[in-house]
Nanobody, 123 residues
């Protein structure tokens, strides 16, 4: 059983940056693909980014060019660096872990989910 805990969310002004972290425990971190999703109020959860076991990355269209996903296997942590944030980026951001990488943007690929961290972009 893998536990995931997100951190780093908060209030940021438009144009600002945040780095989210997701700490994993209870499994062998290096064997999992790690993803980030987000859910805005009244909207469905959407894919943001994913990183494979070997470091390959894939980004969703919503934040492509403004986010970078990375992982530190020694620290059992995945990061999401977000830049040039917009009010429409306001959402709860979730970290997820899965053993497969066949459909990296699909929620069903991920076996474990964190509780989420709130990101609010507002002046």
């Amino acid at each position: 059983q893998v536990q995931l805990v997100e951190s780093g969310g908060g209030l940021v002004q438009p144009g600002g940056s945040l780095r989210l972290s997701c700490a994993a425990s209870g499994g062998t971190f290096s064997t999992y693909a790690m993803g980030w999703f987000r859910q805005a109020p009244g909207k469905e959860r959407e894919f943001v980014a994913t990183i494979s076991r070997t470091g390959g990355t894939y980004y969703g269209d919503s934040m492509k060019g403004r986010v970078t996903i990375s992982r530190d296997n020694a620290k059992y942590t995945v990061y999401l660096q977000m830049n040039s944030l917009k009010p429409e980026d306001t959402a709860v951001y979730y970290c997820a872990a899965g053993l497969s990488f066949l459909a990296p943007s699909r929620e069903y690929q991920y076996d474990y989910w964190g509780q989420g961290t709130q990101v609010t972009v507002s002046s």
